[in-house]
């Protein structure tokens, strides 16, 4: 032993279910590399059809930007005319929701894995991550395993989001911490429709 209290060689993930088998996970990552993380496919209605066809379940309107990684689709559930910009990570090792009207910023990091620092063999901790209608995740934010964020909810950039946030409030900080305003919760009339862009 070097001295080190974890012993990584006792990690054994095996109880873990990615919940599709050997030959989807590698056409994904295949998919994946081609048509999300670099930028060759610009347009946005090729990314929603593929991840349908992996299993998302997507609403109408979504802007997918470039440079965009999702671990995996079929862990994925986005509503209505949301925006997830370029250099986003959903590390979905759990079941991400993600509200209508929403919008992930440039290189958010949505993740639902971590480890047991208490267990030797760092044992492998996955929970869900749910973002309310509304949202709004700015530039480099962070959210942890197991974070509800509450519709109309703010995260300011660069903001680490360690445990829920209430609906309509501002955060900021690392660990985020909320700001004295919370964000106004408007009446929205929707009654001139909106445009189906699926």
């Known amino acids: 032993m070097n001295g080190s209290w974890g012993d990584l060689s006792r990690y054994d993930n ?13 056409l994904w990552y295949l998919v994946s590399l ?7 496919v610009p347009c946005y209605a090729p990314k929603r059809w593929l991840l349908r066809l992996f299993g998302a379940r997507i609403g109408r309107g979504l802007v997918i930007k470039p440079r965009v990684w999702i671990k995996y689709p079929w862990r994925l559930a986005v509503g209505d005319h949301c925006w997830i910009g370029q250099g986003v990570c959903i590390d979905n090792l759990a079941d991400v929701g993600i509200g209508s009207h929403v919008c992930l910023s440039q290189q958010v990091y949505l993740c639902t894995g971590s480890h047991d620092y208490r267990k030797r063999s760092f044992d492998l901790i996955t929970r869900s991550i749910e973002i309310g209608d509304g949202a709004w995740l700015g530039v480099r934010v962070l959210v942890l395993p197991g974070v509800t964020v509450g519709a109309n909810a703010i995260a300011a ?8 946030l209430p609906a309509a409030t501002i955060v900021a900080g690392q660990p985020a911490r909320a700001l004295p305003v919370p964000r106004p919760v408007p009446t929205v009339d929707r009654s001139d429709g909106d445009r189906d862009n699926s």
């Open 157 to 164: 950039g660069g903001s680490v989001v360690v445990k829920d």
């Open 14 to 26: 095996r109880g873990y279910s990615p919940g599709r088998g050997t030959l989807v996970r590698a």
């Open 34 to 40: 081609l048509v999300f993380e670099g930028a060759w």
